[in-house]
């Protein structure tokens, strides 16, 4: 496996990215070395060293490539002129599930390498900014109740990342076996009890 991407142009760092990328998916995250996506990108191991000084750097490009993409993708689905705040943050978890499929790659570097973003100041800024968007919408949810009944937006956030992650490993991946429902309504369905347990959404009757 050979990646070219114009780093004779000066590009070889988006080459390498690309480069890992392709073994991420072959092998997952933690599945290759610094050498082999050298050479993946056609290139001896030195030149990955005048970019990179380990894997873990170059997985931590990896996953802030995908942050990037990621918060711009929940971003867009929570301000492109959603009417209501439920419809806004619905569209977040289906943004979330959207980007896990097509940008698998970019997904387990992010969440699967074993990669603290503490250690990786930019991946730190851009996961950061990711998780605000979240937290914003969640906020902006949470209106609709009275303030002394609301909890957290912060921890409203991290709930539904967790059930939405749950759902990205379980069923979007497979590795929950085969389901009779679309991974989508899996997650609607679960953010929907939820809110009722918040009292967000009226009971069912």
């Known amino acids: 496996m050979t990646v070219k991407r114009g780093y004779h142009h000066g590009n070889l760092r988006q080459a390498l990215v690309e480069a890992a990328l392709a073994l991420i998916a072959e092998k997952g995250p933690q599945g290759f070395t610094l050498s082999e996506a050298a050479k993946a990108a056609d290139v001896t191991p030195a030149a990955v060293y005048r970019h990179f000084t380990g894997r873990d750097e170059l997985l931590a490009e ?90 957290p937006a912060r921890m409203v956030a991290a709930h539904v990342w967790a059930a939405s992650h749950g759902v990205v490993e379980l069923f979007l991946r497979g590795n929950g076996g085969p389901q009779p429902w679309p991974p989508e309504d899996l997650l609607e369905s679960a953010i929907g009890i939820y809110l009722r347990g918040l009292g967000v959404l009226p009971a069912d009757r």
């Open 62 to 151: 990896v996953a802030r490539q995908g942050f990037d993409i990621f918060a711009a993708l929940l971003e867009y689905a929570h301000d492109d002129g959603r009417p209501t705040p439920m419809a806004a943050f619905e569209s977040t978890g289906r943004a979330y599930l959207a980007f896990a499929r097509k940008y698998p790659g970019h997904y387990q570097a992010m969440f699967e390498s074993g990669l603290q973003p503490g250690n990786h100041p930019d991946l730190a800024v851009v996961s950061s900014k990711a998780r605000a968007i979240m937290e914003r919408a969640a906020e902006t949810l949470l209106t609709t109740l009275p303030a002394d009944r609301r909890p």
